[in-house]
Structure formats: C-alpha cells, structure tokens
C-alpha cells in the first residue's frame, strides 16, 4: 500500500480520506497533461484506496429539508429545491436550463448532466443515456419562476459526451452557475456551499 494512504487512514475517516485522495489524483491528472509526470501513482493498481463504510441513508423530514434550503446561499438555494422537490441528480440540477421547465405542464425535461474527468467538465446525458420528465410541484415551479427573474441565466460552452478538446461543442443556457458564469464544480460546491449550509441547519 501506498504509504500516504495509511496515513490518512491513520488520521481521517475514510469519506473525507478520499475526498483527499480525489483532490491530489485531480492535480497529479493536471501535471501529466502538462508534461511534469508521466503517470499518477494514485491510480497504481497496487494502491488500494480507504473504503466508505456503507450507510443506512434517510429521507430527511420536509422540515429538515426546509432549513437546509433557508440556509444555502440565495443563488445557489434554487439546487435544493429541485434537487428535493423533484429528485433531479446534482450533476443534473446543475445543468437545468430554462428551456427544460415547462410551467403549463407542470414538468421539467431532465435533458443532461455535467461531468467531471480528468479535472475537465462536459455535457453528457442523463445517467444511463435516458432523458426523461419528471412532475414539478407548484412549490419548485414558484421558486424556479423566481430565480430565473433574480438571476438570467447564462451561456455555457462545453464538450459534449467527453471532456477531449475536438469533441463538439454544445452551448445551453443554465440556471445555475457560479458568480464568473461557470458551470458549478460538485466539489466546490459541496465544500463550499453545502458543507456550511450543513453545519447552519
């Protein structure tokens, strides 16, 4: 085993010792398309990284999920409640555009999702290949009505089913994205966003 891994076994419980892990394969990814590495040793085969225990997961209680709603950040507060209200993936809520909610109907077309590899981000779809629609309560429809008024959603570019650079390219216009106009990264957004959040509730 890889030396450091047993450290971190050692010190850390093993989700956020491969939250670690994640964040060092990512920059040792970013060397080897620089040319500074020729390949990443946390990917060795002999390296076996520390296992998450699996937990017994419970739906939160409506007013669990309302605290954490009410203390996610205001531009980012609309994941949430589509993310509960609707059961969309968070590779997916973070991808939503506009053009997928129809108010009439009561729906949301869940067209695609955002993926990361190799520290790159692509379109992709849906998990399993399927597009799909999913009911929206009037609740998520006036909460989305009011987001899309308090902030326009904005263009995003990227590769479309890979993250390689002579892939297609595909542009949507997202709800959600970051204060620069960025598609949201799950692990910024989980440190940053939701982690705090978290703790507030």
Not at 139 to 159: G, I, K, M, N, Q
């Amino acid at each position: 085993m890889w030396p450091g891994i047993a450290t971190l076994e050692a010190e850390y419980a093993p989700r956020y010792a491969r939250q670690i892990l994640t964040t060092l394969s990512n920059i040792l990814e970013m060397a080897i398309d620089d040319k500074r590495l020729v390949r990443n040793p946390t990917r060795a085969k002999s390296v076996r990284w520390p296992k998450v225990p699996e937990d017994q997961w419970e739906a939160w209680p409506l007013e669990t999920a309302q605290r954490m709603r009410d203390a996610i950040k205001a531009r980012y507060r609309i994941a949430v409640a589509v993310a509960f209200g609707c059961g969309l993936r968070q590779g997916e809520v973070f991808v939503l555009s506009p053009e997928d909610v129809d108010f009439q109907r009561g729906v949301i077309r869940v067209r695609r999702q955002v993926q990361l590899l190799n520290v790159r981000l692509y379109f992709a779809l849906p998990k399993g290949g399927m597009t799909r629609i999913v009911d929206m309560p009037g609740s998520v429809a006036d909460e989305l009505a009011s987001h899309f008024l308090r902030y326009p959603a904005v263009e995003v570019e990227l590769p479309w089913s890979g993250p390689e650079p002579d892939r297609e390219k595909r542009t949507f216009p997202l709800a959600l994205t970051t204060t620069y106009g960025n598609v949201l990264r799950a692990n910024i957004f989980n440190d940053e966003v939701w982690e705090p959040a978290l703790a507030m509730r």
